[in-house]
Structures are given as structure tokens and as C-alpha cells.
Nanobody
Framework: QVQLVESGGGLVQAGGPLRLSCAASERTYRLYAVGWFRQVPGKEREFVATITWSGNTTLYADSVKGRFTISRDNAKSTLYLQMNSLKPEDTANYYC???????????????WGQGTQVTVSS
């Protein structure tokens, strides 16, 4: 069982940066694909970015491509999401996830964190 804990959320002005972190409890974390999703109340959970266990392959939602960067440090069992040029529409609760294979679909992931709120003011 992998436990995931996100941190780094907060309030930021539009155009500003923010960096999210996701710490995993298991050393086997390095074997999993990991990703970031976000959700606004009343809407479905939305794919943001994902990275393979090796870190060689990344995938981004079109809405964040060129602004967000996903990375991982397997030695620290930690996943990161660097968010630049933030927009008010990026406001959401951000979740990290881990699983055997990366996917845009939330249903394909096995483990989830509790989420961290990101609010972008205009």
C-alpha cells in the first residue's frame, strides 16, 4: 500500500509560480508511474500530467503544456509539479496518484493522496 501526501498548495496571484510536492511512503514508489490530477467542486477529476517510473516519459494536458513541469526524485520517493504562469482557471484541488501504468483516466490509478488546494487570484 502506497501512501501519498501532497504539499505546497496555497494562494498565488495570476502569472505567478507554485511548486507542489507529493511524498510517498513506500520505497517501491520508484516502480510506479505517478501523476497529477485536479478537481473543482461539482466537476470530474481532470488529468494534469504524468511521468513514468523511469522519468523518461512525460505527458501533459493541453491546458497546462508549456506552463507546468512534472518531475520525480526516486531517491526521495517524491513527485513534483512546477506550475508557472498560473491562471485563475488553474484553481482546483490537486491530487497526486500512483499506479502500474500511466493514464489520463483517473479510474486507472491505484493510489491517491488527500489533495492540496491551489487558488489563483486574478
Amino acid at each position: 500500500q502506497v501512501q501519498l501526501v501532497e504539499s505546497g498548495g496555497g494562494l498565488v496571484q495570476a502569472g505567478g509560480p507554485l511548486r507542489l510536492s507529493c511524498a510517498a511512503s513506500e520505497r517501491t514508489y520508484r516502480l510506479y508511474a505517478v501523476g497529477w490530477f485536479r478537481q473543482v467542486p461539482g466537476k470530474e477529476r481532470e488529468f494534469v500530467a504524468t511521468i513514468t517510473w523511469s522519468g523518461n516519459t512525460t505527458l501533459y494536458a493541453d491546458s497546462v503544456k508549456g506552463r507546468f513541469t512534472i518531475s520525480r526524485d526516486n531517491a526521495k520517493s517524491t513527485l513534483y509539479l512546477q506550475m508557472n504562469s498560473l491562471k485563475p482557471e488553474d484553481t482546483a484541488n490537486y491530487y497526486c496518484a500512483a499506479g502500474d501504468n500511466y493514464s489520463r483516466s483517473p479510474s486507472r490509478w491505484d493510489y491517491w493522496g488527500q489533495g492540496t488546494q491551489v487558488t489563483v487570484s486574478s
